[in-house]
C-alpha cells in the first residue's frame, strides 16, 4: 500500500516556474514507478511524465518535453515535476501516480495508488 500526497501546486503566470512534490509513504517506495498525470477542466486524464524506480528511465508527454523534468529522491521517498516556461493550457489538476509495474507508462489504468491531485493554474 502507498500513499501519495501532492504539494507545490499555485498561481503562476505564463512562463513562470513551479516545482510540484509527491511525498509517497511506505518503505518500499524506490521499487514504484512514478508518474505526474494532469486533467483540465471538462478534458480527460492525460500523461506528462513517469520515472522508472531507479530514476534512470523517464518519459515525457511531447507537450511538456523540454520544459517539464521528473525526478525523484528515494531517500526521500519523494517525487518530483520541475515546470519551467508554464503557458496557460498547462492549467489543472497535476496528480502523482505509482505502481510497482506499469505495462505502459503512459497509461493511467497501469498505475494502482493515486494521490489526491494539486492544481496549477497558468495565467496569461
Known amino acids: 500500500q502507498v500513499q501519495l500526497v501532492e504539494s507545490g501546486g499555485g498561481l503562476v503566470q505564463a512562463g513562470g516556474s513551479l516545482r510540484l512534490s509527491c511525498a509517497a509513504s511506505g518503505r518500499t517506495f524506490s521499487s514504484y514507478a512514478m508518474a505526474w498525470f494532469r486533467q483540465a477542466p471538462g478534458k480527460e486524464r492525460e500523461f506528462v511524465a513517469a520515472i522508472s524506480w531507479s530514476g534512470g528511465s523517464t518519459y515525457y508527454a511531447d507537450s511538456v518535453k523540454g520544459r517539464f523534468t521528473i525526478s525523484r529522491d528515494n531517500a526521500k521517498n519523494t517525487v518530483y515535476l520541475r515546470m519551467n516556461i508554464l503557458n496557460p493550457e498547462d492549467t489543472a489538476d497535476y496528480y502523482c501516480?505509482?505502481?510497482?509495474?506499469?505495462?505502459?507508462?503512459?497509461?493511467?489504468?497501469?498505475?494502482?495508488?493515486w494521490g489526491q491531485g494539486t492544481q496549477v493554474t497558468v495565467s496569461s
Open positions: 501516480a505509482a505502481d510497482l509495474n506499469p505495462d505502459y507508462y503512459r497509461n493511467p489504468y497501469d498505475y494502482a495508488y
